[in-house]
């Protein structure tokens, strides 16, 4: 338990601490592999893959709802969303009620590309889900939410 009175930890709890920092590492790496991978093949890195995921989520989102979620800067954004376009993942187009809006949506090839990216790793969660139960998923539900804070 952490001393509250001084803010530091024991060293049985930082240890304990440091062990579910490995687990959320090597959790990350395991998850985020076959899809690495996959992309480097293509010349693509997580970044794209990110894109490609929550334009996929939300299709005919904004540049700027895309900034916001992703919570990178629009100089970060540029080149990465600039290469989806160029290879034809994603299109976008001006919004007809503000034309300096554009509007982002996956082509049928990125949409392709994102659900074999995706799709691994959701079959991966669901095989750990499914071992590990219901109550185990909406604890570890709980914590990531909680480790990731508000969302825009």
Do not use: C
């Not at 952490?2 to 803010?7: E, H, K, P, V």
């Not at 992309?39 to 995921?53: N, Q, V």
């Not at 005919?60 to 969303?81: F, M, T």
């Amino acid at each position: 338990m952490i001393d509250l009175d001084d803010g530091n930890p024991t060293e049985a709890r930082e240890a304990a601490l440091n062990r579910a920092l490995e687990a959320l590492h090597f959790a990350f790496r395991a998850v985020t592999a076959r899809p690495d991978a996959m992309l480097a093949d293509l010349g693509l890195g997580r970044i794209h893959h990110r894109i490609l995921y929550f334009v996929g989520r939300a299709p005919e989102g904004s540049v700027g709802d895309l900034l916001a979620i992703l919570g990178v800067s629009k100089q970060y954004l540029n080149r990465p969303l600039r290469q989806l376009q160029q290879v034809g993942y994603i299109h976008a187009a001006p919004d007809p009620a503000d034309r300096r809006v554009k509007r982002l949506t996956l082509t049928p090839s990125g949409a392709e590309l994102e659900a074999a990216l995706t799709g691994d790793q959701r079959q991966r969660f669901a095989r750990v889900f499914a071992e590990a139960g219901p109550e185990a998923e909406a604890h570890w539900r709980r914590v990531t939410a909680l480790l990731a804070g508000p969302r825009p």
